[in-house]
């Protein structure tokens, strides 16, 4: 998703990984981000917590005429019809975040 905006080609490829898996980490509820994470990736939680709130507004915001094919791959079983996967309320991500 994030190929196709100009915004997020500012951001380093290491960190915007790092922050799609954070999200992931909390939209799946499979915990948050470990020492190890943090070690392994260089960065902190909160060094994460700007750019994961933008990639969720991005989900939750994204224009349903663009990206047709893309939606549609991702949506067959083979790829766990990850573009089926409803985004986080952004109240409830914010409170995550902050807890973590």
């Given at each position: ?37 943090e070690y392994y990736s ?39 019809e990850v573009a089926k996967?409803?985004?986080m309320d952004m109240l ?9």
């Amino acid at each position: 998703m994030t190929l196709q905006e100009y915004d997020y080609a500012r951001e380093s490829p290491s960190k915007l990984a790092a922050s799609c898996l954070l999200l992931a980490l909390t939209m799946k509820n499979l915990g948050g981000w470990t020492p190890t994470l943090e070690y392994y990736s260089g960065y902190s939680a909160q060094d994460l917590h700007p750019l994961v709130k933008r990639l969720n507004f991005l989900l939750t915001y994204q224009p349903r005429d663009k990206l047709n094919a893309v939606r549609s791959k991702y949506s067959h079983r083979v790829f766990f019809e990850v573009a089926k996967v409803t985004p986080m309320d952004m109240l409830k991500l914010e409170e995550t975040l902050t807890i973590s």
